[in-house]
């Protein structure tokens, strides 16, 4: 059977009986995927799919409180979409037990989790483009059109296509939902920002206000949406300020610490605009801390050594440490109490680090 055969066998065997959820990613393009196929599944069977959810801190691989939420809840059929759950079969093998799952990803593929119970599309199976440039929403929006005329939530797929970046591959079909640039990029930062909010569910309020919306203007008159918007950038403006101030700047300035501890979750954010805004030929490791741990990232954007391998060294004879990522981008972290030993290793191994010599 092709891909395509497979998303159709899936689809077709629902019934009014199941109980079906649907478990998406933390994002723009999680969020629109989610509402594609719960919007489609509506139009084609009357079906309304009661429950939803996302995974915390944005894991794409299946966690225990999923196994755990899916047994409790009687779920039978379960709809995941913009998750790399491929990337842990046993996972998913656990999760097998209890329903039967339709995967609809673009991360990269890593293991074929086709089976009797499974049924999963990656990006690579149905185009021949990269399957970063092939957001899940769109894949959704491509799948179910084959099964039903939803041309009226082409603005949805828009949304995600959007939030991955993947407008470049789809300028014509976002040139025909016809939605203004600033709004896709407004629409785009309230989902962020609804994701950062701590102690709020702000992206399944995320999820039920575009659900509700009839445009995407819609979303944009969100009070509540607004509001996690303009709580947490107030938060990430003062980081941002103070900085200058606040933040250590070692070897000749080539090498900015900044020790953070805010309410919200704006590392990402922070340590993104630092590094591409205000130091791109510089190293930045951000340090959050927690009770007793602290979350390291680190960006260096002329990628002139790789901060992978320094928070690596950094990190030797730290026990219960963690570090991992790319060369422009890494992150990890330490246990609270060893925070002067990593910092003095990280000084010392930009210090001597060969290709920064000549800066
Ligand atoms: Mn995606």
Known sequence: MTPKDRFKTYITSIVPEDNIAILHHTDA??????????????????????????????KVTITKETIDLIKSNNINKLIIVDMAIDHDPESVKQLEQHAKLLLIDHHKASNNINSKITTAIKAEDLKDIPSSKY?????????FSDLTDISDLSWLAAIGIWGDYAQSQWSDFLKKTAIPKPILEQIDELIFYSGSIKEKDGLTDAFNII???KTPKDILKSTRLQSYKNTVKTELNKYLDAHKKDAQFHNNNTLIIYEISPIHRLKSRLINILSQKHYPDKTIVILEQHNNRIDISARRQDSKFSMNDML??????IPNSQAGGHIPAAGGYIPKEHLEQFKKQLIAYCKENPSLAAI
């Not at 690596?312 to 004879?317: D, H, M, T, V, Y």
């Open 29 to 58: 393009d999680g969020i629109t995927a989610g509402l594609i196929t719960k919007k489609s599944i509506k139009k084609l069977y009357s079906i309304t799919i009661p429950l939803h959810f996302h995974q915390k801190d944005g």
């Open 135 to 143: 957001p899940a929403s769109k894949m959704c929006y491509d799948l």
């Open 211 to 213: 659900d509700i919306a």
């Open 312 to 317: 690596k060294s950094a990190l030797e004879g």
